[in-house]
């Protein structure tokens, strides 16, 4: 086990991590990989992160709340997000520059880059977040015909859903190997829930914007329910300004994309968290169907805060959440219904708080000190 290993010995592995995505940003992607780095530079060694030259004019540290603790380099002649021709450029760019570090390992997400990675027999953990869908015919052709999940250089294969596991080990043949389920986490220090006895909600609902992640149901829900705030916090301040301007109405309260570092101070003054999903979630972008395999990163935010959740009942979500003990599922969005679950919560403090207890103690098991621990034992 190279966890343990490494506080036996207190040997520091060297980790690069090649990232073809624009950081720091808002995208929930950036915003794992940022909180991956900087956990395994605190627990397991030294890392540096490789990345195109893209992102926020902002410094990942500030931008997420993190302290300065693992390396990143940013290739300057990526100025813009690696498509098309550019996609295999910089994996091919991004492996030449990490060699010059001599790493022990490898960590990607990118189907290319693990494939130039293997047949160069490094080692390498390689974590899967959705199908090869959307990844382009030279991906689908090599993953297709070449056992690349099942070489012994592959040390580690992370999926983040058991759903995800179970589709890529049927359609690659992957044989009985080491991989690991690692769903999201969140950074956010867990909230001691206290009672509350209130007499109307603040309903918070955190992420992207997107029809297909119940965003439309949400106003539509402010509509008929004039008890209750509505918090919506994601967007661009483009997006919120026009938003405003369709939706206008007092207990709708409509915010721009804020830092992930003020979002657990956002997140404590909400009541209630919501999870509206439509039966077909789409990836940001819209490019991607991804609701038989997500682990929505604001699911380990909302369990950290310590707050009831109300839930479209996706399969997926049962991997991590409880019907009544974590969430109150509902299987359609229907107003009404939706409605109805919110004034049972609002009107059942003792339940809210078994169910917020309940939350407090299962995110215990899904921080990131735990999940890289996870990744690195084998």
Known sequence: MVFGFLCKHQKKMKVVYLFNSSLPSYNANSLQVANMCYNIAKYIGQITLITPN??????????????????????????SFPTGLKYYLF??????????????LFITRNYFTLFLLILLQKKVIFEVHSSLETEGRLNNLIYDNLPIFNSKNLVNLIFITNSV??????????????????????????????????????????G??????????????????????????????????????????????????????????????MDLLILPYEKKVLSSGNVNEISKFTSPMKLFDYLASSKPIISSSLPVL?????????????KELNIYKWK???NRFLNLPNHRLIVSKNNFNLFKSYTYKIRVRKMFNF
């Open 54 to 79: 893209t992102g926020l004019k902002k410094t990942i540290f500030s931008h997420y709340g993190l302290n300065k603790n693992f390396k990143i380099l940013k290739i300057k002649y990526f100025n």
């Open 91 to 104: 994996s091919i760019i991004s492996i030449f520059y990490s060699l010059k570090l001599k790493p022990d």
């Open 165 to 206: 596991k179970n589709f890529f080990y049927k359609k690659y043949k992957i044989k009985d190997r080491k991989h690991c389920i690692l769903p999201s986490s969140s950074n956010i220090v867990p909230v001691i829930p206290k009672p509350q006895n209130n007499k109307k909600f603040k309903i918070g609902y955190f």
């Open 208 to 269: 992207l914007v997107h029809k297909s992640r119940g965003f439309n149901f949400i106003c539509n829900l402010s509509k008929i329910d004039h008890q209750n705030e509505y918090h919506v916090i994601g967007g661009t301040e483009s997006d919120v300004s026009n938003f405003k301007k369709k939706f206008s109405r007092k207990n709708l309260i409509l915010k721009s994309y804020i830092q992930n570092k003020a979002i657990k101070d956002y997140i404590k003054k």
């Open 318 to 330: 049962y991997e991590i959440l409880k019907n009544k003990k974590n969430c109150i599922f509902v």
């Open 340 to 342: 109805l679950e919110i």
